[in-house]
Structures are given as structure tokens and as C-alpha cells.
């Protein structure tokens, strides 16, 4: 019996491990998927309100003052996260995205749109330093960006998504 428990415990661990030593690559494109699935259900619920947006936060996060309805800082313990709401674009707005492709300079290392029901989002990443992604979500005339470790790659770009589809930005 304990040799079984044993057994068990070892492979719990090594599932667990498996986990953590993924390539940024796989979290990344386990990001994108996550990403992807997020855009095309139904927004999540808001949760906080700044000014007169109202937005979801995970509950760890935190946000930052001054922010503002079109300027929104959050952050979780070092890491920040910067939510940009343009007014003026609709949830099938490109400008975000052909602002980012306009220098031809910047190497993406993933560049995924999303279309569906008149919406139009993005998911970028790319790599600025050895282990650190700026990654990039946006839904129509929301977008937001942080500078990101390999490791959390793919529950950022999930939350993220989450948080720019909550914003109701229609007109």
C-alpha cells in the first residue's frame, strides 16, 4: 500500500512540474487559446467601476490612482497592467491593431485577430528581453498591454481578454 501512495504522489508531481517547465512557446499558445475562447463567449461580468467604466478585475488585482475612464493602471504585487479605452471606436474597431502593425520593425512572436458577431480583437506577444513578453489584448476600442515572465503567459493573456470584453464600448 504505501508503495502504491508513493507511486501516486510521484506522478501528481511530475504532472505538476510538467506544468511549470512548459516553453514560452506552449504558454504562449496556450494563451492564445484561452485568448481565443474568452473573445468569443460572453463577457464576464464587471466587478469595479472607475469613473463611469465599469470593468472585471480578478479579485488579487489591484487599481492603481489616478486612473481615469479611458486610463485604467492595475497591477498585482510588481507586475502592472495598463487598460487604454478609446471612446470614439466601436467593438468592431481596428485602429488599435493597425497601430501596432504600422512599424515593420517589431518582430511579433504570435498575432492572432478574433472576428465575430461585428467584434474585432487581438492577442500580440513579443519578446523584449530573455524570459520577458510584451503581451497586448484588445476587443474593438479596448485594448490592454504589460510586460510579462514567460511563466505567465497564459493566465494573463486569459484575465486579460476577460477584463477588455467586459467593457461595454458600444455606440
Given at each position: 500500500m504505501p508503495r502504491k501512495g508513493f507511486i501516486i504522489l510521484l506522478?501528481?508531481?511530475?504532472?505538476?512540474?510538467?506544468?511549470?517547465?512548459?516553453?514560452?512557446?506552449?504558454?504562449?499558445?496556450?494563451?492564445?487559446?484561452?485568448?481565443?475562447?474568452v473573445f468569443e463567449n460572453e463577457p464576464a461580468e464587471t466587478n469595479?467601476?472607475?469613473?463611469?467604466?465599469?470593468?472585471?478585475?480578478?479579485?488579487?488585482?489591484?487599481?492603481?490612482?489616478?486612473?481615469?475612464?479611458?486610463?485604467?493602471?492595475?497591477?498585482?504585487?510588481?507586475?502592472?497592467?495598463?487598460?487604454?479605452?478609446?471612446?470614439?471606436?466601436?467593438?468592431?474597431?481596428?485602429?488599435?491593431y493597425d497601430l501596432q502593425k504600422a512599424n515593420p520593425e517589431q518582430q511579433w512572436v504570435a498575432d492572432k485577430t478574433f472576428e465575430?458577431?461585428?467584434?474585432?480583437?487581438?492577442?500580440?506577444?513579443?519578446?523584449?528581453?530573455?524570459?520577458?513578453?510584451?503581451?497586448?489584448?484588445?476587443a474593438g476600442g479596448v485594448k490592454m498591454t504589460t510586460i510579462s515572465e514567460g511563466s505567465k503567459i497564459d493566465p494573463n493573456m486569459e484575465w486579460m481578454m476577460k477584463t477588455v470584453r467586459s467593457i461595454d464600448n458600444s455606440r
Amino acid at each position: 500500500m504505501p508503495r502504491k501512495g508513493f507511486i501516486i504522489l510521484l506522478i501528481l508531481l511530475s504532472a505538476g512540474l510538467s506544468g511549470c517547465l512548459a516553453s514560452p512557446e506552449e504558454k504562449i499558445a496556450n494563451g492564445m487559446s484561452k485568448a481565443t475562447a474568452v473573445f468569443e463567449n460572453e463577457p464576464a461580468e464587471t466587478n469595479e467601476k472607475v469613473d463611469n467604466t465599469e470593468l472585471y478585475v480578478p479579485r488579487s488585482y489591484t487599481i492603481e490612482e489616478p486612473s481615469d475612464d479611458q486610463n485604467i493602471v492595475i497591477t498585482k504585487g510588481s507586475d502592472s497592467f495598463v487598460l487604454f479605452i478609446n471612446p470614439n471606436e466601436a467593438s468592431d474597431s481596428t485602429l488599435f491593431y493597425d497601430l501596432q502593425k504600422a512599424n515593420p520593425e517589431q518582430q511579433w512572436v504570435a498575432d492572432k485577430t478574433f472576428e465575430q458577431n461585428g467584434r474585432f480583437g487581438f492577442t500580440t506577444v513579443r519578446e523584449i528581453a530573455d524570459d520577458r513578453f510584451e503581451v497586448v489584448v484588445s476587443a474593438g476600442g479596448v485594448k490592454m498591454t504589460t510586460i510579462s515572465e514567460g511563466s505567465k503567459i497564459d493566465p494573463n493573456m486569459e484575465w486579460m481578454m476577460k477584463t477588455v470584453r467586459s467593457i461595454d464600448n458600444s455606440r
